[in-house]
């Protein structure tokens, strides 16, 4: 018999270099230290790992278990109306037909729990993996947009931009598609901007759409999720950015090609042709030689993939674990943050496989406007040229600094109030959340102080009042957080009525409820914790409600719904959603979740309250994984009582988009701005119908 410790040994060891037959020639060796690839030879790599029963029942005890802290599992197996037909999930028997079946490789499991996570539409839950999830991504140099023409057809084309922006960001390796090209289309891929797509693969190119809105996850929103097929824009925190969108870049290096029908701009023929996907090693993919040290560098454990008990004096580890960014952080949908900051301020952000775009927005679709004085990071403000419309263009309710943030978003509006700005355009595109409280502040300054904005200017929420989340907070109450750093202290929180909850108190008494005939338990309704800010906010509002308009292309998640949602359904601010299909009903935001979490802060909390062998708490992940969940889940403005999250969020103005806005903030605002603000006058002909 193997001695027990030496068995775990070679069990791990077997997990970190593969104990399995790598074939020959090793696959990863052929693209080692290559940058670009082919898609099926990343693939080829990638899938040549047997999965191992270990990690198999590893991952799946990890995921299941940490379910129990996710807020929505059981709303997620039926929402209501609007929401019936989008989700409609149910992850403990997505988790129980895994465990039953088999896989050619440790990537076909990954992607199958990986999409069953994607089908609750909820950008706030999800199981990624370094080893896979944006390893490679996969590229083609033709981002396309939905334009609507002057007699209000709508079209899916190749975007006017799409040349210039692939032969920026792709440099030297755009030849590779000049060279694909068939024929007199050779070396002319400029000439395929902004051509009409009259089929994609044979088929009307709705239907790729539609199948990629089915896969894509992150919003409830079916119209949302056509729009994530689509290139778009934000403000990044070091400049405009583009977002090449899911048909020209994909987390994953599953599709050679495709195949596409187009009419080129004043042509009246038409080309078919087929072009190749490419994919790029990705930015937080480690570099390796063979199979043994991709393994090794990319697919195991980490650092920081499992928590912390954070008074193990003598765990180096857990002195540092503050230092440096979560695992989370490379697939939150927003700029990097202070870990300091991270700590301190409750977050509420969507995470996706792709990390968030750093490539540029063209500069002739940048703003040629001077951005004002207070901008900062990820908040831009400008005055438009009629000298009375201001424009916040938010790409994030994060930035490195909360609290130069907060001053800046202030100072801004005062910046743009005494330019002369009488109305005011926050233009949210692409804003994946961020900063509660944050979202708090912007609500509470430029509508004033209200009771809609004091002291709550956000939603109340619950967390889940699980069996092992009410120990952790018994074990707090018994004195196990002397320092106060766990999240169930109830230090951090208030009651209903906004009063703190008194310390060391054992506060998670379940509620219990039934959610679609499950039996569920929830903590007590929580009210705010932003207020009193740090920052001294006016006495009065910077702007009437009625001359405010929220922007977006309907992919604002959740601190940007906490606000989006907050501003129309309390303040009665417009809401316009710009580029999406007009047959199709449009959402402001979606994924509003209350509070989002990661398995590692989970995992910290039970370790630091001596919770970690307790069975329901899950095991230390063996992968080099992530799963982030819903920890707090907002109640709803219409419906107090149900979540916030499957309520309707409907846009009050459709926004199509032309050659001539398309993916052009400036444009896109000015048009906006003439048609909704009165006495807003620009000196361009307006070409919208
Ligand atoms: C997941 O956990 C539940 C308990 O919450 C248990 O009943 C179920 O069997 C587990 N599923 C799997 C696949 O392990
Ligand atoms: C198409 O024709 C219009 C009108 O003649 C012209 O202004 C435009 O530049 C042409 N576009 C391209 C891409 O050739
Ligand atoms: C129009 O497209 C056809 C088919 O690709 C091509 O042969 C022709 O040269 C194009 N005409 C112009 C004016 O670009
Ligand atoms: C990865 O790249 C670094 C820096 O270029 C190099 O020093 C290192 O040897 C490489 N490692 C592998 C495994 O290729
Ligand atoms: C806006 O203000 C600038 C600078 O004061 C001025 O030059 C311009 O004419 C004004 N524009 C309008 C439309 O009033
Ligand atoms: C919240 O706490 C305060 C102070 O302890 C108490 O007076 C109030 O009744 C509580 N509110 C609720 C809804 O429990
Ligand atoms: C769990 O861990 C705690 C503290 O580490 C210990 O006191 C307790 O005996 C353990 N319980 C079991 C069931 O092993």
């Given at each position: 018999?193997?001695?027990?410790?030496?068995?775990?040994?070679?069990?791990?060891?077997?997990?970190?270099?593969?104990?399995?037959?790598?074939?020959?020639?090793?696959?990863?060796?052929?693209?080692?230290?290559?940058?670009?690839?082919?898609?099926?030879?990343?693939?080829?790599?990638?899938?040549?790992?047997?999965?191992?029963?270990?990690?198999?029942?590893?991952?799946?005890?990890?995921?299941?278990?940490?379910?129990?802290?996710?807020?929505?599992?059981?709303?997620?197996?039926?929402?209501?109306?609007?929401?019936?037909?989008?989700?409609?999930?149910?992850?403990?028997?997505?988790?129980?037909?895994?465990?039953?079946?088999?896989?050619?490789?440790?990537?076909?499991?990954?992607?199958?729990?990986?999409?069953?996570?994607?089908?609750?539409?909820?950008?706030?839950?999800?199981?990624?993996?370094?080893?896979?999830?944006?390893?490679?991504?996969?590229?083609?140099?033709?981002?396309?947009?939905?334009?609507?023409?002057?007699?209000?057809?709508?079209?899916?084309?190749?975007?006017?931009?799409?040349?210039?922006?692939?032969?920026?960001?792709?440099?030297?390796?755009?030849?590779?598609?000049?060279?694909?090209?068939?024929?007199?289309?050779?070396?002319?891929?400029?000439?395929?901007?902004?051509?009409?797509?009259?089929?994609?693969?044979?088929?009307?190119?709705?239907?790729?759409?539609?199948?990629?809105?089915?896969?894509?996850?992150?919003?409830?929103?079916?119209?949302?999720?056509?729009?994530?097929?689509?290139?778009?824009?934000?403000?990044?925190?070091?400049?405009?950015?583009?977002?090449?969108?899911?048909?020209?870049?994909?987390?994953?290096?599953?599709?050679?090609?495709?195949?596409?029908?187009?009419?080129?701009?004043?042509?009246?023929?038409?080309?078919?042709?087929?072009?190749?996907?490419?994919?790029?090693?990705?930015?937080?993919?480690?570099?390796?030689?063979?199979?043994?040290?991709?393994?090794?560098?990319?697919?195991?454990?980490?650092?920081?993939?499992?928590?912390?008990?954070?008074?193990?004096?003598?765990?180096?580890?857990?002195?540092?674990?503050?230092?440096?960014?979560?695992?989370?952080?490379?697939?939150?949908?927003?700029?990097?943050?202070?870990?300091?900051?991270?700590?301190?301020?409750?977050?509420?952000?969507?995470?996706?496989?792709?990390?968030?775009?750093?490539?540029?927005?063209?500069?002739?679709?940048?703003?040629?406007?001077?951005?004002?004085?207070?901008?900062?990071?990820?908040?831009?403000?400008?005055?438009?040229?009629?000298?009375?419309?201001?424009?916040?263009?938010?790409?994030?309710?994060?930035?490195?600094?909360?609290?130069?943030?907060?001053?800046?978003?202030?100072?801004?509006?005062?910046?743009?109030?005494?330019?002369?700005?009488?109305?005011?355009?926050?233009d949210v595109t692409n804003n994946?959340?961020?900063?509660?409280?944050?979202?708090?502040?912007?609500?509470?300054?430029?509508?004033?102080?209200?009771?809609?904005?004091?002291?709550?200017?956000?939603?109340?929420?619950?967390?889940?009042?699980?069996?092992?989340?009410?120990?952790?907070?018994?074990?707090?109450?018994a004195g196990g957080d002397p320092?106060?750093?766990?999240?169930?202290?109830?230090?951090?929180?208030?009651?209903?009525?906004?009063?703190?909850?008194?310390?060391?108190?054992?506060?998670?008494?379940?509620?219990?409820?039934?959610?679609?005939?499950?039996?569920?338990?929830?903590?007590?309704?929580?009210?705010?914790?932003?207020?009193?800010?740090?920052?001294?906010?006016?006495?009065?509002?910077?702007?009437?409600?009625?001359?405010?308009?929220?922007?977006?292309?309907?992919?604002?998640?959740?601190?940007?719904?906490?606000?989006?949602?907050?501003?129309?359904?309390?303040?009665?601010?417009?809401?316009?959603?710009?580029?999406?299909?007009?047959?199709?009903?449009?959402?402001?935001?979606?994924?509003?979740?209350?509070?989002?979490?990661?398995?590692?802060?989970?995992?910290?909390?039970?370790?630091?309250?001596?919770?970690?062998?307790?069975?329901?708490?899950?095991?230390?992940?063996?992968?080099?994984?992530?799963?982030?969940?819903?920890?707090?889940?907002?109640f709803g403005i219409n419906d107090?009582?149900?979540?916030?999250?499957?309520?309707?969020?409907?846009?009050?103005?459709?926004?199509?988009?032309?050659?001539?806005?398309?993916?052009?903030?400036?444009?896109?605002?000015?048009?906006?701005?003439?048609?909704?603000?009165?006495?807003?006058?620009?000196?361009?002909?307006?070409?919208?119908?």
């Amino acid at each position: 018999m193997i001695p027990r410790l030496l068995w775990e040994t070679l069990a791990c060891w077997a997990t970190v270099a593969g104990a399995y037959t790598i074939p020959f020639p090793d696959p990863c060796e052929i693209i080692a230290g290559k940058l670009w690839v082919l898609p099926r030879e990343a693939r080829a790599c990638m899938a040549s790992f047997p999965l191992d029963p270990l990690i198999k029942a590893n991952v799946i005890e990890v995921v299941n278990k940490t379910l129990a802290f996710h807020t929505s599992v059981n709303y997620q197996i039926q929402a209501p109306p609007p929401f019936e037909k989008d989700v409609h999930e149910d992850l403990h028997a997505d988790l129980a037909r895994i465990s039953q079946q088999d896989y050619p490789s440790e990537f076909d499991f990954h992607l199958d729990i990986y999409r069953s996570f994607k089908r609750t539409n909820d950008g706030h839950c999800g199981v990624y993996n370094y080893c896979y999830d944006s390893l490679y991504v996969t590229y083609l140099p033709l981002s396309l947009v939905l334009l609507t023409a002057p007699d209000g057809s709508q079209n899916v084309h190749i975007a006017p931009e799409a040349f210039s922006v692939a032969s920026n960001e792709f440099k030297e390796e755009i030849d590779f598609w000049q060279e694909s090209l068939p024929g007199e289309l050779k070396g002319g891929l400029e000439q395929l901007s902004g051509a009409k797509v009259l089929l994609i693969n044979g088929e009307e190119p709705f239907i790729a759409v539609n199948n990629n809105a089915g896969i894509t996850g992150a919003y409830q929103s079916f119209g949302t999720r056509q729009n994530s097929f689509f290139a778009s824009y934000h403000v990044g925190p070091d400049g405009w950015q583009y977002s090449m969108g899911n048909f020209a870049l994909q987390a994953h290096p599953l599709t050679d090609f495709v195949e596409l029908t187009i009419q080129r701009v004043n042509n009246t023929s038409t080309d078919t042709f087929t072009i190749p996907y490419r994919s790029r090693l990705g930015s937080a993919s480690k570099n390796f030689t063979d199979a043994a040290s991709y393994r090794e560098r990319n697919c195991v454990a980490k650092a920081k993939t499992n928590g912390v008990d954070l008074y193990d004096r003598f765990n180096i580890g857990a002195q540092a674990y503050h230092e440096s960014p979560p695992s989370i952080a490379f697939f939150q949908q927003q700029p990097s943050v202070s870990p300091e900051d991270a700590r301190k301020h409750p977050m509420n952000v969507i995470i996706d496989a792709s990390p968030l775009t750093d490539i540029n927005l063209p500069e002739h679709l940048q703003p040629a406007l001077p951005a004002l004085e207070q901008s900062y990071s990820v908040a831009q403000f400008y005055v438009l040229k009629d000298n009375r419309t201001g424009v916040l263009a938010l790409g994030s309710f994060s930035a490195k600094s909360f609290d130069t943030f907060g001053e800046s978003l202030l100072a801004g509006l005062q910046e743009l109030k005494a330019a002369g700005a009488k109305n005011l355009i926050v233009d949210v595109t692409n804003n994946g959340g961020g900063y509660i409280c944050i979202a708090h502040w912007l609500h509470r300054i430029i509508i004033g102080p209200k009771a809609s904005t004091e002291p709550q200017a956000g939603l109340d929420t619950q967390m889940r009042a699980g069996r092992l989340a009410r120990l952790i907070v018994k074990a707090i109450a018994a004195g196990g957080d002397p320092d106060e750093v766990l999240s169930y202290n109830p230090i951090q929180w208030t009651n209903a009525t906004h009063h703190p909850l008194p310390p060391a108190s054992d506060w998670l008494k379940p509620v219990d409820v039934i959610i679609n005939r499950h039996k569920d338990s929830f903590s007590q309704r929580l009210g705010q914790e932003c207020q009193p800010f740090i920052w001294d906010p006016p006495d009065h509002g910077l702007f009437a409600p009625e001359n405010v308009l929220i922007v977006s292309n309907g992919r604002c998640a959740s601190s940007c719904s906490l606000f989006s949602i907050t501003m129309s359904k309390l303040e009665g601010v417009r809401t316009v959603v710009t580029g999406g299909s007009n047959d199709t009903p449009q959402e402001y935001c979606g994924t509003v979740g209350g509070q989002s979490t990661s398995f590692s802060t989970i995992d910290t909390e039970l370790k630091t309250a001596q919770l970690k062998n307790h069975t329901l708490a899950p095991p230390d992940f063996l992968t080099n994984s992530v799963q982030g969940i819903t920890w707090r889940l907002g109640f709803g403005i219409n419906d107090p009582e149900a979540p916030e999250e499957w309520q309707g969020h409907p846009a009050d103005i459709n926004f199509p988009l032309t050659t001539e806005t398309v993916n052009n903030p400036v444009k896109i605002w000015e048009t906006i701005a003439h048609q909704e603000f009165k006495g807003a006058e620009f000196e361009f002909r307006v070409q919208n119908p």
